[in-house]
């Protein structure tokens, strides 16, 4: 799979030609299992529930084909099931250990799943987050010029730094956040290294700084 240009937030016809290689395609549209194929034709019209569906029923049968289950996970990924989706995704590097964008979304998978779900505690989701920084950590290693990696394992670390940097939570150490938010620093600029006009960026840097200087 080639993934270099991916963002999240970009419309399915773009996921389709950046997410499958000319032989991956071909291997899904040729592919003898009939949910297989409905699958791929519902994530490529953007009917992420039916994909999804689709392509759990093609399972167990298709569960060692890493290009079925980066779709699977995928869907789950656009459905807002963060935590199937991860371990779906974990599933893809288990068979793919060099595929830096399941990598890549099993950490953003979790990721979002510390930061916006209520029901898990203030442990697990230090636990997510650290799982995260380590998966961007890996994808960083398999693909170093590309800027996206830096950018969310920087995301991954400010949200770090302000889970455990906040007075009063089980967790809090300062210290630990102080570090969180020099790593947030060190791979935003990393990002503004690559391209220097990103004010989004430059703006993320003073925010992280300030979190960081008013620790208490």
């Known amino acids: 799979m080639n993934l270099k240009s991916l963002k999240l937030g970009l419309f399915t016809g773009v996921f389709a030609?950046?997410?499958?290689?000319?032989?991956?395609?071909?291997?899904?549209?040729e592919h003898s299992n009939a949910n297989v194929r409905m699958g791929q034709k519902a994530l490529l019209d953007g009917d992420f529930k039916n994909a999804e569906s689709y392509l759990t029923k093609a399972l167990p049968q298709e569960g060692k084909d890493p290009d079925v289950l980066y779709m699977l996970g995928y869907s789950q990924f656009q459905n807002g099931d963060y935590k199937k989706s991860a371990e779906t995704f974990g599933k893809v590097v288990a068979l793919s250990p060099k595929n830096a964008n399941a990598l890549y979304f099993k950490a953003k998978a979790n990721n979002t799943l510390a930061v916006q779900s209520n029901k898990v505690s203030a442990a697990n989701k230090e636990q997510l987050l650290r799982v995260a920084i380590e998966d961007y950590s890996k994808a960083i290693q398999i693909t170093p010029t590309d800027s996206k990696f830096y950018q969310n394992r920087?995301?991954?670390?400010?949200?770090?730094?302000i889970l455990i940097g906040t007075a009063g939570t089980p967790n809090y150490n300062k210290a630990m956040a102080t570090d969180a938010y020099n790593n947030a620093i060190k791979d935003y600029e990393k990002v503004l290294s690559f391209d220097s006009s990103k004010k989004d960026i430059q703006t993320e840097v003073k925010k992280a700084k300030v979190y960081r200087d008013n620790l208490k």
């Not at 290689?21 to 291997?27: D, G, L, T, V």
């Not at 920087?154 to 730094?161: K, T």
């Open 17 to 29: 030609l950046v997410a499958l290689s000319a032989n991956a395609q071909q291997k899904q549209a």
């Open 154 to 161: 920087a995301i991954a670390n400010r949200d770090l730094g």
